[in-house]
């Protein structure tokens, strides 16, 4: 492949010890064919070293396997993506009447059906995701149906589990399996921690301080309802398998048809705009994110736990598929860098950097002035000295684990009259980017930062 895996690896090294994360598998498919190395170890108590077969928790990247399954059952006729939900699960009800008779797993998978993650605490027993479809009967609405996009971490792939389970007759686990996992050879990969062989797996780990340097996640696993947004466990040689299905007309590896050409195109082809560009990319595809490289299309998976990170990139124009897995961060400056090195050795195209702050820009600050949240979440934004600031509240015992005060104001710089950046005085915490948009009714109505909308308070 023309990489220079030698000088690679050491400079993935350095940048590991520069970041304070312990470990990094680094992959990369290109023509079909497989390439990676690993770096680092897997758990600093053990000093277990990483290496290309370990195992990393990937975040919400499962929802492009839950996208991937859930389209197979679209290939076979089972289910329409513009069919509402309640096709399939006619008792499905949440607190708005016209969401619940309207709203379809096209929405899901675009993280636009606006419905509170609000359903309780549905437990860890097999029937999870039917108790917790069952559970957002009161669940109110963050902004009307298809309005904007805003991330759903759990509960949308989750409703879209149960129309699985429903539609097959078997818990999702079962159909990940039997739809996925086998057919594509993922032996190293499983939807349950239950099933993760704990002697190749990573541990997570946080950064506090340079001085303490990286230690143990004290949250090693996410709750079963995550299970189908964000509970897939892999090797880089699996996430780069599935992608191979993306590259290559929905075929797997050694042929075998994963899902219909049209399907692929379904995927990566239907789309809506994310009100923040500049993170991760312009528009969200069907379990993708659609990112846009100095002109080329390049599709996204990303994920993180609390400890763990993992980052895919597919660029259909150039045949290449490329991976990182990592046991600390998520860090967006580290994988920038270990990107854009490989990428550089492909001779293909690279990163691009965030925009420049708009230093004259003339806005209306008081129109961007307010409290704006969900459920666990405030962010207040207001105006001093002629500039924006944004004060973020942490969860006291995040913010007690991490050191950090419970309250952190951050400068809002302009890109544009509704996009900013927000960089960090924490050397351990990159520049983030916030959209504040909707200004139908004179002050903004949403602040959309990491994916997520957040609705003006009061």
């Known amino acids: 492949m023309a990489i220079d895996m030698t000088r690679l690896r050491a400079r993935v090294g350095e940048l590991l010890d520069e970041y304070g994360i312990p470990s990094a598998v680094l992959g990369v498919l290109r023509d079909g064919e497989v390439a990676g190395f690993a770096v680092g170890v897997a758990d600093v108590s053990t000093g277990q070293p990483a290496t290309t077969d370990t195992i990393y928790q990937c975040g919400s990247m499962t929802k492009t396997w839950t996208a991937l399954a859930f389209m197979q059952l679209v290939d ?10 309640r096709t399939y699960l006619p008792g499905f009800r949440v607190a708005d009447p016209e969401v619940s008779a309207t709203v379809t797993p096209r929405h899901l998978l675009y993280h636009t059906s606006g419905i509170e993650e609000d359903f309780g605490d549905p437990g860890e027993d097999d029937d999870v995701y039917e108790r917790m479809v069952a559970g957002i009967a009161g669940a109110a609405q963050v902004h009307p149906l298809g309005y904007t996009h805003g991330y759903s971490a759990a509960l949308g792939y989750a409703i879209l589990a149960r129309i699985m389970e429903v539609l097959d007759g078997k818990r999702w686990d079962t159909i990940m399996s ?4 086998r057919p594509l050879g993922l032996t190293g990969t499983t939807t349950w921690r239950a099933q993760v062989d704990r002697r190749r797996a990573a541990t997570g780990h946080l950064i506090r301080s340079r001085e303490e340097g990286p230690v143990v996640t004290p949250v090693d696993h996410l709750p079963r ?3 189908p947004g964000g509970n897939v466990n892999s090797t880089i040689r699996d996430v780069l398998t599935t992608a191979h299905v993306f590259l290559n007309a929905g075929k797997a590896p050694d042929g075998t048809s994963i899902l219909s050409a049209a399907g692929i195109r379904e995927m990566m082809r239907s789309r809506v705009p994310l009100p923040d560009p500049y993170m991760f990319g312009p528009a969200w595809a069907l379990g993708l994110i659609v990112c846009d490289w100095h002109g080329e299309t390049v599709y996204a998976s990303d994920g993180s ?3 763990q990170n993992a980052r895919l990139r597919i660029m259909p124009d150039s045949n290449i598929a490329i991976a990182l ?3 600390g961060g998520p860090r967006e400056t580290f994988y920038k860098t270990v990107f854009n090195e490989l990428l550089t050795d492909l001779h293909a195209t690279t990163i691009p950097d965030l925009p420049q702050p708009d230093r004259a820009a003339d806005l209306d600050l008081s129109r961007y002035e307010g409290v704006y949240g969900r459920p666990g979440t405030r ?3 207001a105006a001093e000295g002629g500039k924006l600031h944004l004060t ?3 969860d006291p015992m995040q913010a007690q684990f991490l050191g950090k005060p419970d309250r952190v104001r951050y400068e809002l710089l302009p890109v544009s009259r509704t996009h900013f950046l927000m960089p960090s005085d924490d050397p351990f915490e990159d520049t983030q980017t916030v959209a504040i948009y909707d200004f139908t009714q004179g002050g903004a109505q949403y602040l959309h930062t990491n994916c997520r909308v957040n609705p003006r308070l009061g």
Do not use: A, S
């Open 225 to 227: 309802c995550f299970g």
């Open 392 to 394: 973020l509240t942490l």
């Open 325 to 327: 897995l990592t046991n």
């Open 379 to 381: 962010y207040e934004v």
């Open 76 to 85: 076979e006729r089972k289910v329409d993506l513009d069919e509402p939900v």
């Open 178 to 181: 039997d739809r996925l996992l």
């Open 305 to 307: 736990t609390i400890g």
